[in-house]
């Protein structure tokens, strides 16, 4: 797969391995404290966060860590709207696969919201035209497929 940059504003898609200074220039251009949404411990056990964390200490990015975010609660978009809130967020990212991106969405959005975000996902309110953090996303793609086709039963 060739590595490649997508952009259809707002959205920028930077793909590829060893594209980090791009991700992290993105970052810098928004400014501010980052909310990094992560599920288990899997992206620490591999490494990966050690290298961000050094990365965004080089960079000079402050953050903020939100763990533990394994499934996609309600509780945890309300937690982590807060978070941001209280810590003066400017960028939220979610690290992993669909459950932190899906959290990490939610809370970027949350976080500028007066309303309760239940009233959002229930389409009691329009999200439309509202406010919206910035939001990343490091994809950790980590998917064992096995459709036991050959195996005999």
Same mark, same amino acid.
């Given at each position: 797969?060739?590595?490649?940059?997508?952009?259809?504003?707002?959205?920028?898609?930077?793909?590829?391995?060893? *594209?980090? !200074?791009?991700?992290?220039?993105? &970052?810098?251009?928004? /400014? %501010?404290?980052?909310?990094? =949404?992560?599920?288990?411990?899997?992206?620490?056990?591999?490494?990966?966060?050690?290298?961000?964390?050094?990365?965004?200490?080089?960079?000079?990015?402050?953050?903020?860590?939100?763990?533990?975010?394994?499934?996609?609660?309600?509780?945890?978009?309300?937690?982590?709207?807060?978070?941001? *809130?209280? !810590?003066?967020?400017?960028?939220? &990212?979610?690290?992993? /696969? %669909?459950?932190?991106?899906? =959290?990490?969405?939610?809370?970027?959005?949350?976080?500028?919201?007066?309303?309760?975000?239940?009233?959002?996902?229930?389409?009691?309110?329009?999200?439309?035209?509202?406010?919206?953090?910035?939001?990343?996303?490091?994809?950790?793609?980590?998917?064992?497929?096995?459709?036991?086709?050959? *195996?005999?039963?």
């Amino acid at each position: 797969m060739n590595d490649f940059i997508y952009t259809a504003p707002p959205t920028k898609l930077i793909f590829g391995e060893n *594209r980090q !200074e791009e991700f992290l220039n993105e &970052i810098k251009q928004v /400014g %501010g404290k980052v909310l990094l =949404v992560m599920g288990g411990s899997s992206f620490q056990k591999n490494g990966y966060y050690d290298e961000l964390i050094e990365a965004f200490d080089e960079q000079k990015i402050d953050y903020v860590d939100f763990k533990g975010v394994t499934a996609p609660l309600l509780s945890k978009v309300r937690e982590g709207a807060a978070l941001c *809130r209280t !810590e003066k967020i400017r960028c939220v &990212i979610g690290i992993g /696969g %669909g459950t932190c991106m899906d =959290v990490a969405k939610a809370v970027a959005f949350a976080a500028l919201q007066e309303e309760d975000v239940l009233d959002f996902l229930t389409w009691k309110l329009s999200s439309e035209g509202r406010p919206c953090l910035p939001i990343g996303e490091i994809v950790i793609l980590s998917i064992l497929v096995d459709t036991f086709s050959s *195996r005999r039963m």
